[in-house]
């Protein structure tokens, strides 16, 4: 760790990947949904 | 594993790496108090993003407007959001600073109020679309409207803050200036990279959602209070 980084400033970078790696979880699961729901729809419509 | 979800992981651990460098690799910019300097790893490539959020929008307009395409619609209407959204974050960054340094959250700057500007230009863009219950007339009026707004953006973001006094600060801050160091510069346009990658990720999400709902349900008409 680079010398004088305060403890605020490791809380804030802490916070900062808790965010994003929080959102990176969320589009993965809402890619996850949305690819089964693409799923979905495409063998409704392959049923004549 | 396919390719799509290998991209996916690269831009996780890249995005990681990139707040990692923005606090551990880069130092603070001499000209400004603390560590205030290293918000430029977010709040510059949030703005970036909106910018580019904002032409891929007026883009999509142009082609809606010229080949009819609905896909188009809904490219501009995703990246018109993203546009939105990132505008927000990087109005909500850019007050942590001027906090910080400024004195206050807001000071009614030339940029500040220039983005205040930008943010309502393109709130209306969505007033207009919730307002017209037609989907053919909603479509043409808010391309129509998207193109206009986007005339407003190089006016808004690059001429008037630099025509006038401004607190903003543009030496340090701009990733062209020879000061910046190496290290800096690399994490700088590493972090550029990785908020270019969420976009496009999101933008698909978006993209694909606007799809998805179009062709599983018909569009329920709220004033006409029956399925078109």
């Given at each position: 760790?680079k010398?004088?980084?305060?403890?605020?400033?490791?809380?804030?970078?802490?916070?900062n990947l808790i965010?994003?790696?929080?959102?990176?979880?969320y589009?993965?699961n809402i890619?996850?949904?949305?690819?089964?729901?693409?799923?979905?729809?495409?063998?409704?419509r392959?049923?004549? | 594993?396919n390719r799509?979800l290998?991209l996916?992981?690269?831009?996780?651990?890249?995005m990681?790496?990139?707040?990692?460098?923005a606090?551990?690799?880069?130092?603070?910019a001499?000209?400004?108090?603390?560590?205030?300097s290293?918000?430029?790893?977010?709040?510059v490539?949030?703005?970036?993003?909106?910018?580019?959020?904002?032409?891929?929008?007026?883009?999509?307009?142009?082609?809606?407007?010229?080949?009819?395409?609905?896909?188009?619609?809904y490219?501009?209407?995703?990246?018109?959001?993203?546009?939105?959204?990132?505008?927000i974050?990087?109005?909500?960054?850019?007050?942590?600073?001027?906090s910080?340094?400024?004195?206050s959250?807001?000071?009614?700057?030339?940029?500040?109020?220039?983005?205040?500007?930008?943010?309502?230009?393109y709130?209306?863009?969505?007033?207009?679309?919730?307002?017209?219950?037609d989907?053919?007339r909603?479509?043409?009026?808010?391309?129509?409207?998207?193109?206009?707004?986007f005339?407003?953006?190089p006016?808004?973001?690059?001429?008037?803050?630099?025509?006038?006094?401004?607190?903003?600060?543009?030496d340090?801050?701009?990733?062209?200036?020879?000061g910046?160091?190496s290290k800096?510069?690399?994490v700088?346009?590493?972090?550029l990279?990785?908020?270019?990658g969420?976009?496009?990720?999101m933008?698909?999400?978006?993209y694909?959602?606007?799809?998805?709902?179009?062709?599983?349900?018909?569009?329920?008409?709220?004033f006409?209070?029956?399925?078109?």
């Open positions: 760790m010398d004088g980084l305060s403890f605020v400033m490791v809380m804030i970078m802490a916070v965010i994003w790696l929080g959102l990176a979880l589009l993965f890619d996850r949904r949305m690819r089964k729901l693409e799923k979905k729809n495409r063998n409704q392959d049923i004549p | 594993m799509d290998i996916k992981l690269v831009l996780v651990i890249w990681s790496l990139a707040i990692l460098g606090f551990l690799i880069a130092e603070p001499e000209r400004f108090p603390g560590e205030t290293r918000i430029m790893f977010f709040h490539p949030q703005a970036w993003i909106a910018t580019l959020a904002f032409f891929i929008s007026m883009i999509s307009s142009c082609i809606f407007i010229v080949k009819r395409k609905l896909k188009a619609d490219m501009a209407q995703a990246a018109a959001e993203l546009g939105l959204l990132f505008s974050l990087a109005t909500i960054t850019g007050s942590i600073f001027a910080v340094t400024w004195g959250f807001w000071n009614w700057d030339p940029r500040e109020t220039s983005i205040v500007i930008l943010l309502m230009i709130g209306a863009y969505f007033a207009l679309r919730s307002a017209i219950p989907s053919n909603k479509r043409i009026f808010s391309a129509a409207y998207s193109i206009l707004a005339l407003t953006v006016f808004l973001i690059f001429i008037l803050p630099r025509i006038t006094q401004s607190l903003h600060p543009e340090t801050m701009n990733p062209a200036n020879p910046m160091d800096t510069l690399a700088f346009l590493g972090s990279i990785a908020y270019t969420l976009f496009v990720w933008l698909r999400l978006k694909r959602l606007l799809i998805l709902i179009e062709s599983s349900e018909p569009a329920f008409d709220f006409e209070g029956e399925q078109q």
